[in-house]
Nanobody, 132 residues
């Protein structure tokens, strides 16, 4: 059974930094499988927004326009974990941040990781609040 658990959310002042982490289990990223890990966010009254995604075990990344240059997605601790380093935070970055994942055949490529694609697995979310 797939499970994603986020951590690292909290409150910070504008201009500050936070690092979110997500640990996954029960998702196959090895052998004949490939996959993507990503971060999405949703603020109250707004639609869910794609933040960043990464091809598992690779270098291909995607970023939403509003965070490009400020946020960095990475996998420093292996295929089953993903982090989101958030710098120069703004009040409009306040939202619940969700970790997401998908796994598929090795015949696919990194384009599957686009933030506009359909993602399969979701974590419960971690809140981030940025005060002015």
């Amino acid at each position: 059974q797939a499970q994603l658990v986020e951590s690292g959310g909290g409150s910070v002042q504008a201009g500050g930094s936070l690092t979110l982490s997500c640990v996954t289990s029960g998702i196959d990223f090895d052998g004949f499988s490939r996959g993507c890990l990503g971060w999405f966010r949703q603020a109250p009254g707004k639609r869910r927004e794609g933040v960043a995604s990464i091809w598992v075990g690779g270098m291909t990344t995607f970023y939403g326009d509003s965070v490009a240059g400020r946020f960095t997605i990475a996998q420093p601790n292996g295929k089953n974990t993903v982090t989101l380093q958030m710098n120069r935070l703004k009040p409009e970055d306040s939202a619940v941040y969700y970790c997401a994942a998908m796994s598929f055949s090795f015949l696919n490529n990194a384009a599957r990781c686009a933030l506009t694609n359909e993602w399969t697995y979701w974590g419960p979310g971690t809140p981030v609040t940025v005060s002015a």
